[in-house]
């Protein structure tokens, strides 16, 4: 029975990859962590023993903090944190409880180095349609909630990216891109490590949408639909992110929750 400072991996897991997340922050040692270079999703590292240092950044926010096995380093900080009006918890049983369950890892190695802000830069093609909503949608829920992303014209790409230091996604040519038949999202999945069930589940809905191949997923015609509807509403590609950004919460959330649920009207019997 968790205390009323600690939160479950079960009930953290629920939280993973919504919008409203509270922010994770990994505390293990360098020891510890070498043994395993994975991250809980979205997670920030932090050396435990500096928090007094960074522990005014998240006033006001919601985080869970992850050692080892959440003891001693975890509970520590978030009491510091919440000195600073943070409402901080700690992850019961720590990042070894998180890795025991089928929960995603993030591998971070493949994240990009962030900037001095430490956020990481991204930068692809303007005008985006379904990979480059897909992919945003993935980095800020799975990776780095506070990414930032460059939609500029297709032949500048690399440029921008070689200029400003931004990781270039979508194009022809790079890590982040189209293998075989398999769409960028696909890419990143794999990269990053994550995957299972449901994201599993939306990348097939993805690929789908993104390569023409509608007959992969019933739900594909629809999502194509509305990312295209999308692309035609806002003439901002950063408006159009964060407004489709809650199209792929949506879907997220249909393949983590509701694929057995089904919705008819008149009920059977009923007249129409």
């Not at 998180?98 to 093609?125: I, M, Q």
Request: hydrophobic letters at 50%.
């Amino acid at each position: 029975m968790p205390s009323h400072t600690e939160i479950t991996v079960s009930q953290l897991s629920r939280l993973v990859g919504l919008p409203g997340a509270p922010v994770l922050i990994d505390v293990r040692t360098a020891e510890d962590y070498a043994a395993d270079p994975r991250l809980c999703p979205a997670a920030e590292r932090r050396a435990a023993e500096t928090v007094a240092d960074w522990a005014a950044a998240y006033a006001g926010r919601d985080v869970v903090v992850v050692c080892q096995r959440g003891l001693k380093l975890s509970q520590g900080a978030a009491a510091w944190l919440r000195t600073e009006g943070v409402r901080a918890e700690t992850l019961e049983g720590g990042f070894e409880a998180w890795r025991s369950t089928a929960a995603p890892l993030v591998n971070a190695g493949a994240v990009p180095p962030r900037d001095a802000a430490g956020h990481t830069l991204w930068v692809t093609r303007a005008r985006p349609k379904v990979d480059r909503i897909a992919c945003p949608w993935l980095i800020r829920r799975f990776v780095d909630p506070g990414a930032r992303f460059l939609f500029v014209a297709a032949a500048e790409v690399p440029a921008v990216a070689e200029r400003f230091g931004a990781t270039p996604f979508d194009i022809d040519g790079v890590a982040f891109s189209h293998v075989g038949e398999s769409c960028t999202f696909d890419t990143m999945l794999a990269v990053f490590g994550l995957g299972g069930a449901v994201l599993d589940r939306l990348a097939v809905i993805v690929r789908a949408a993104d390569t023409g191949r509608l007959d992969l997923a019933p739900q594909a015609a629809g999502f194509l639909a509305a990312s295209l509807g999308l692309s035609r509403m806002f003439r901002d590609d950063l408006e159009q992110l964060e407004a489709g950004l809650l199209l792929y919460d949506a879907f997220y959330r249909w393949c983590r929750d509701a694929v057995e649920e089904t919705h008819t009207w008149p009920a059977a019997g009923r007249p129409a």
